[in-house]
């Protein structure tokens, strides 16, 4: 998984951009985390939705590559149930169901004191080609 670890932290560069770190992964999961930073903030001083959502998405990416073939984000949804302000963001896709065409993620979304921020639901289709050499 090495491969796939080293791929993603160097070819997403808008999770790049976002300050946004891929710690772990494996077939079919991974663990992200994203320092809270004054730009990852709102208006009212907590963190802006669209990056909450960038960190699920980016642990969604990597989990649905996993097994080689290019899967694609047909559709995903995210429900907010805790503001936050300051610290580390951590969030862990799991592989809930797969075919050889589709396949379906859960993203949980925690802060550093393992308080649930977020819940990520995810589809992805799979494509024939693979976008991850030696994988």
């Not at 770190?21 to 320092?35: F, H, Q, R, Y």
């Not at 073939?69 to 963001?89: C, D, E, M, Q």
Request: charged share 20%; aromatic share 10%.
């Amino acid at each position: 998984m090495e491969i796939l670890k080293k791929f993603f932290s160097t070819e997403d560069k808008f999770a790049c951009h976002c300050g946004i770190e891929l710690l772990e992964a494996g077939i079919g999961w991974a663990k992200t985390s994203m320092k809270i930073e004054p730009y990852h903030l709102n208006g009212a001083k907590t963190v802006q939705g669209g990056a909450i959502f960038t960190l699920a998405d980016f642990a969604f990416a990597v989990a649905s590559n996993s097994h080689g073939p290019l899967a694609v984000g047909i559709n995903n949804s995210i429900s907010f149930v805790k503001a936050a302000t300051r610290g580390t963001l951590f969030a862990e896709a799991r592989e809930q169901a797969r075919n050889h065409k589709l396949a379906s993620y859960s993203v949980h979304i925690t802060d550093d004191t393992g308080e649930t921020v977020a819940l990520f639901q995810g589809m992805v289709y799979r494509k024939k080609e693979t976008i991850i050499p030696g994988l």
